[in-house]
């Protein structure tokens, strides 16, 4: 146990690290909301001096958090920074381990690449930095670090970018929440309304998976409070929930219905109730949740219903699954070698056969065609390993692993090992199977 006077002192030493990321956000907040410039060195500075100045739990929390407001700074160079300043922090306590041949196959394997040009020292580096981070942090077995505090700063990055991101489109419309809505734009890519090439942007169904990873986690507090303090949570996934819909993701509306059906039938399972009785109160809780939305935001259900009803709800991605497997199937080098990582549109090479000029929509299948047939075992490890690591083979709580089931089942749909920067979300999903030990 910790002695009271610890306790304080780690508590009195948080509060230079929540003043640090304040100060950090308002940089963002200025830039963004009164267009005062501020180079993005500036910001990589600062980032820098933090992974100085922090302790390990700190320079760890700060690196998760990278994932989320990683857009509006050079995020990657960061994280290299990052990785020789946790590196001198935890001195000779890593573990050679299965992981790490992982992780060396990992470098060599992209590293082989450069007969598929184009490829660039300067782009191997800059992917190669988030998979060096993941084994420092979640493959080394003696790494513990405080996951409250990497939790709970993710989900202040994520609120603050919501915020960040509806105060420059409010300022694009006037100021006029009903502007916004009834001009029908999908909720994330503000920068690609307003031109700005550095603000905080992101792409909708990233924005949604964030919403979803976020309503995923505040979900699993709720089985670890009393019934008096769940009122925050409920709260706080109101706030996600509210901006995850303003995105029209379908992603997000999947994840969202992925962890009220796990999470009831938990509660089901885990309180020994009736699992038809449990069933029909999500439904019911469902339910008022859709009256409430229909009531309040009508022309923002219109549009997700508009989208959920179009005649290919997939968005193209059945299209894009089936030209990428015929793709790889045709061509015996991208079978069993892949592409890399860098620039695979350009080596796609695009032609009237082969029409889709847009990257695959399926984690999986894009790790067999920037790895070849190894991709798709390496992510499934990068998953297990996260898992395993974080249980330790000691029992956990089933809720425990849900945000990271989420984020599983979002690369269904999405994007997975070639996103840089937004990897480092697993961290956050590593705390929370983690928390279960605390």
Same mark, same amino acid.
């Given at each position: 146990?910790?002695?009271s006077? =610890?306790?304080?002192? &780690? ?10 990321? @304040? ?13 005062v ?8 500075? !600062? =980032? ?16 998760? %958090? ?23 922090r ?6 050679? *381990? ?11 394997? $992209? ?11 300067? $782009?191997? =580096? ?5 998979? &060096?981070?993941?084994?420092?942090v ?12 990497? @939790? ?12 960040? /991101? ?34 905080? *942007?992101?792409?909708?169904? +990233? ?5 979803? &990873?976020?309503?995923?986690?505040? %979900?699993?507090?709720?089985?670890? %409070?009393?019934?008096?303090e ?6 706080f ?7 995850g ?21 938990y509660?089901? /399972?885990?309180?020994?109730r ?14 008022? &949740?859709?009256?409430?939305?229909? +009531?309040?935001l ?7 219903l508009?989208? +959920?009803?179009?005649?290919?709800? *997939? ?8 030209y990428y ?19 695979? +549109?350009?080596? !796609?090479?695009?032609? *009237? ?20 047939? !190894? ?11 996260? =898992? ?21 089942s ?17 961290? %956050? ?10």
């Open positions: 146990m910790i002695s006077k =610890a306790s304080k002192k &780690v508590k009195k030493e948080r509060k230079k690290f929540i003043i640090a990321m @304040i100060i950090f956000a308002m940089m963002f907040f200025v830039r963004d909301i009164f267009n410039n501020i180079p993005q060195f500036i910001f990589l500075l !600062v =980032a820098c001096f933090y992974y100085i100045i922090f302790d390990l739990d700190e320079c760890i929390a700060f690196t998760a %958090t990278l994932a989320v407001w990683g857009s509006g700074l050079q995020a990657n160079y960061a994280i290299l920074f990052g990785i020789f300043a946790i590196l001198l935890k001195y000779k306590k890593i573990v050679f *381990s299965y992981e790490f041949i992982l992780l060396i196959f990992i470098l060599v394997w $992209e590293a082989l690449h450069i007969f598929y040009q184009p490829f660039s020292v300067a $782009e191997y =580096a800059r992917h190669m930095v988030n998979y &060096v981070m993941i084994w420092i979640l493959f080394d077995r003696n790494t513990k670090f405080d996951y409250m505090l990497v @939790i709970k700063s993710f989900l202040f990055v994520a609120a603050f970018l919501l915020l960040d /991101i509806m105060a420059q489109t409010l300022i694009y419309y006037n100021f006029s929440l009903q502007n916004m809505l009834d001009a029908g734009v999908r909720f994330g890519n503000i920068g690609a309304l307003t031109g700005q090439e550095n603000a905080l *942007s992101n792409n909708q169904n +990233l924005i949604g998976m964030f919403c979803g &990873v976020s309503i995923g986690i505040l %979900t699993m507090f709720l089985f670890y %409070t009393k019934k008096k769940q009122i925050k949570y409920i709260i996934i109101g706030f996600f929930l509210f901006f819909l303003l995105t029209q993701s379908r992603a997000f509306i999947m994840l969202v219905l992925l962890a009220y059906f796990f999470a009831g039938l509660y089901s /399972i885990n309180h020994g009736n699992v038809i009785i449990s069933s029909t109160a999500v439904i019911l809780a469902l339910i008022l &949740v859709y009256l409430l939305i229909v +009531l309040l009508p022309s923002v259900w219109q549009s997700v508009n989208r +959920l009803l179009a005649d290919d709800i *997939s968005g193209g991605r059945i299209s894009i699954f089936k497997n015929n793709y790889i199937l045709d061509n015996t080098n991208v079978f069993f070698f892949g592409l890399g990582l860098q620039d695979v +549109l350009d080596k !796609v090479n695009f032609t *009237s056969v082969f029409p889709i000029n847009n990257v695959p929509h399926n984690g999986l299948q894009e790790a067999f065609l920037v790895w070849g047939i !190894v991709g798709i075992p390496i992510a499934l490890l990068i998953f297990m390993f996260i =898992a395993k690591n974080a249980s330790q083979d000691k029992k956990i709580k089933i809720i425990n692993y849900l945000p990271l089931m989420l984020y599983f979002y690369i269904q749909v999405g994007h997975f090992l070639g996103v840089t920067y937004i990897l480092m979300i697993l961290i %956050t999903l590593f705390s929370c199977i983690r928390i279960d030990k605390e």
